[in-house]
């Protein structure tokens, strides 16, 4: 993958995943609302799995439970460490936990989603292409 | 595009030149096809030894140090490293899919997304390969996407 396409993956990730967090946000928090510094955060949160699942893919890792098992481990440390460490989006205890493990696995479905519709239009050009082939045969 | 067939005596083989004025996708696709059936290779199957049309490949795969070619129905050992091989085929219909396979794109029958940018890419004797997600963006440039 050229650094082109890398730098388009990484805005699509964020900007995906970050919508999905914000809808889910002001749907679980109305009264808390958004203000200006709290959106930069959870979009330096999402940048930062992003940029994060990014480097993962330079290791080439084949097994795909392993994969994405340090996915999901990768993103829960840099929401917690980043997240609720560093910028203090949330207080730690249980219940805070399963609620951004929701909003993670939510975000996450999104992101594979949107991956799966831009793959099944690229696989849908393919066979095309192979039945033109077939034809010229 | 024309097609001029000359016949012409005192060659030692016959030639096949091709001229154009600017490379497209159909001159390609000829190209890759002329290269397949100029190229063959020899395969090994119960100590007999044939001579292959890479036409006839379906794929390349290397499992254990040892590389096998894959027809329609049947199995023939390589005594070329799949590195080799895929150096060798690099302007043909022959693209790498995985760390050990290289599959003939005119022999696949259709493409499916899987989950994780990987694709299964399915053959036309019902054989189904998994496209790697790191090999994904060679396979779509040989379609020309």
């Known amino acids: 993958m050229n650094l082109i396409k890398r730098i388009s993956v990484f805005f699509t990730v964020t900007c995906t995943s970050f919508t999905v967090i914000i809808l889910i946000y002001c749907a679980l928090w109305p009264e808390l609302g958004l203000t200006f510094r709290r959106v930069y955060e959870l979009f330096a949160v999402c940048a930062a799995i992003s940029l994060i699942i990014i480097i993962t893919d330079f290791f080439r890792i084949q097994n795909l439970l392993l994969l994405l098992g340090i996915y999901f481990i990768e993103t829960f440390a840099t929401v917690f460490l980043l997240g609720g460490g560093i910028l203090k989006l949330f207080p730690f205890n249980l219940k805070m936990l399963l609620i951004v493990l929701g909003m993670l696995t939510a975000a996450y479905v999104v992101v594979v989603a949107a991956a799966m519709a831009n793959e099944k239009m690229c696989s849908d050009e393919i066979n095309k292409k192979l039945t033109e082939m077939k034809k010229n045969r | ?145």
């Open chain 2, 1 to 145: 595009m024309k097609l001029i067939i000359e016949q012409s005596n005192g060659l030692e083989e016959p030639e096949i030149k091709v001229r154009y004025d600017e490379m497209d996708d159909r001159l390609q696709r000829i190209l890759g096809y002329i290269r397949l059936n100029v190229h063959s290779l020899s395969g090994v199957k119960d100590g007999k030894t044939k001579v292959i049309s890479l036409d006839d490949v379906y794929y390349f795969d290397s499992t254990d140090e040892r590389t096998f070619i894959y027809l329609a129905s049947e199995v023939y050992e390589c005594d070329m490293k799949l590195y080799e091989l895929e150096q060798q085929l690099a302007d043909t219909n022959f693209v790498r899919i995985s760390k050990s396979c290289i599959v003939n794109i005119i022999k696949l029958d259709s493409v499916r997304p899987l989950i994780n940018s990987r694709y299964e890419a399915k053959l036309e004797n019902g054989e189904k390969l998994i496209i790697n997600r790191h090999y994904l963006p060679g396979f779509k440039r040989k379609f020309g996407i």
